[in-house]
């Protein structure tokens, strides 16, 4: 089956460093570029980070950047997403996607079901 | 950083109605850059138009995308029971990948 699987998702305080990971199955993981979208309580969609499929290019939100870092582990079929000093404001379910690219555009075509990670004291 | 509106913000309407929903970039946009998703509650986020107007796999011909430059609309031609959802536009061309707030369509 095609997937992506996020784990790691938490409770933690102002701060403090938690890493989620997602891991896919069913498709040949080390030929996408993936990205983390973020979705806070009852709000809309941000987009957090991109990576390429080799891991060498990176790409972060401005609300992010110098505290969350992106990588891949594509013999473990793995994405990762490193979070340090947390802010209440990073309290979100975090998303996991696969960027589907063609001449005619590119989307995130496949999801995880989210890990939520909460910020709190 | 290109900031993505869409209206309206929510959209009552009946089974068999037609749906308009719009968004607006601050700047251009490439066509092969604007996308369309749709969330249900306690769902992930699911693809349904890329590149302003290609049906993803498993979209219905019910929605259809349109627009170009900086106004894009999502067009879903007589609404079905599992089409009440909330749908975002994302433009995926220029960093970073912003998408709009949404636009909720529920049963008038």
């Known amino acids: 089956e095609v997937q992506l699987v996020e784990s790691g998702g938490d409770l933690v305080q102002p701060g403090g460093s938690l890493r989620v990971s997602c891991t896919a199955s069913g498709f040949t993981f080390n030929t996408y570029d993936m990205n983390w979208v973020r979705q806070a309580p009852g709000k809309g969609l941000e987009w957090v980070s991109h990576i390429g499929a080799a891991g060498r290019t990176k790409d972060y939100a401005g609300s992010v950047r110098g505290r969350f870092t992106i990588s891949r582990d594509n013999a473990k079929n793995s994405l990762y997403l490193q979070m340090n000093s947390l802010r209440a404001e990073d309290t979100a379910i975090y998303y996991c996607g696969r960027l589907y690219t063609t001449s005619s555009g590119k989307a995130l075509d496949m999801w995880g079901q989210g890990t939520l990670v909460t910020v709190s004291p | 950083e290109i900031v993505l509106t869409q209206s309206p913000g929510t959209l009552s309407l009946s089974p068999g109605d037609r749906a308009t929903l719009s968004c607006r970039a601050s700047?251009?946009?490439?066509?092969?850059?604007l996308v369309w998703y749709q969330q249900k509650p306690g769902q992930a986020p699911r693809l349904l138009i890329y590149g302003a107007s290609r049906r993803a796999t498993g979209t219905p011909d019910r929605f259809s995308g349109s627009g170009s430059g900086t106004d894009f609309t999502l067009t879903i031609s007589r609404l079905e029971p599992e089409d009440f959802a909330v749908y975002y536009c994302?433009?995926?061309?220029?960093?970073?990948?912003?998408f709009g707030p949404g636009t909720k369509v529920d049963i008038k």
């Open positions: 994302q433009q995926s061309g220029n960093s970073p990948f912003t």
């Open positions: 700047q251009s946009v490439s066509s092969t850059s």
